[in-house]
């Protein structure tokens, strides 16, 4: 590769990057600003998670999508949008939730501050916590990637979190479909739990 080629190629780079941000940043400008206009519950939802959509729409044009497998991964804030994705959409047929899944109420006394108010939609806990958010997929496939080592929420409430959605999947007469497992990693999503991931996930998408 020539230097034009390298000078092209991290433009592109920095392109992408800045973009990136733009989104980061713009979303959560616009549901702060949501919580000081009328804007409600399903407004700020939109906001969050629109622009995700927004980016798979040219992939989707460009090479189009089979709706018998669609699935979706993320971790850390990437796992909260794929279990509020997974519970708005049926077309999700598989998703896998890494490093975000706990009860909150256990969070409270000492773990709020290691997270954003932006993680916390309006007028959601009144009527449901995380782990019944994530369970809304069911009968669809769920895998919960919990993190034994993470800071960010408290190992017990990580814990519950997993017994209450495989309780749920349990109630909806689907067991099976539901899987949790932790791994003695800190925040992070590391290879072997990556190559666990998407061999899962081509397993159920098949």
């Given amino acids: ?45 939109a906001l969050r998670f629109g622009s995700a959509g927004l980016i798979l729409l040219p992939f989707a044009l460009k090479f189009g999508l089979d ?8 971790i850390s804030m990437g796992g909260y949008r794929s279990a509020y994705l997974a519970a708005l959409d049926e077309r999700v047929q598989a998703a896998c939730v890494v490093g975000f899944m706990a009860t909150t109420p256990a969070m409270l006394q000492a773990h709020i501050d290691t997270h954003s108010w932006v993680h916390f939609l309006p007028g959601l806990h009144r009527l449901m916590d995380w ?27 990580m ?20 899987r949790g497992k932790f791994y003695d990693e800190p925040h992070r999503w590391s290879l072997a739990m990556q190559d666990e991931a998407f061999a899962w996930l081509d397993q159920q998408l098949r």
Avoid at 132 to 151: G, I, K
């Fill in 1 to 45: 590769m020539n230097t034009s080629d390298d000078k092209k190629a991290a433009l592109k780079g920095y392109a992408w990057g800045l973009f990136a941000i733009s989104i980061w940043v713009s979303w959560m400008v616009a549901t702060r600003g949501g919580a000081k206009s009328s804007l409600d519950t399903f407004d700020l939802a």
């Fill in 67 to 74: 709706p018998r497998r669609i699935g979706c991964v993320g």
């Fill in 159 to 178: 814990r519950e979190s997993l017994e209450r959605i495989a309780t749920l999947y349990q109630a909806a007469g689907c067991p099976d479909h539901f």
């Fill in 131 to 157: 782990p019944e958010l994530a369970a809304l997929a069911a009968p669809r496939r769920l895998f919960v990637q919990q993190c034994s080592q993470d800071r960010l929420f408290p190992l017990g409430a």
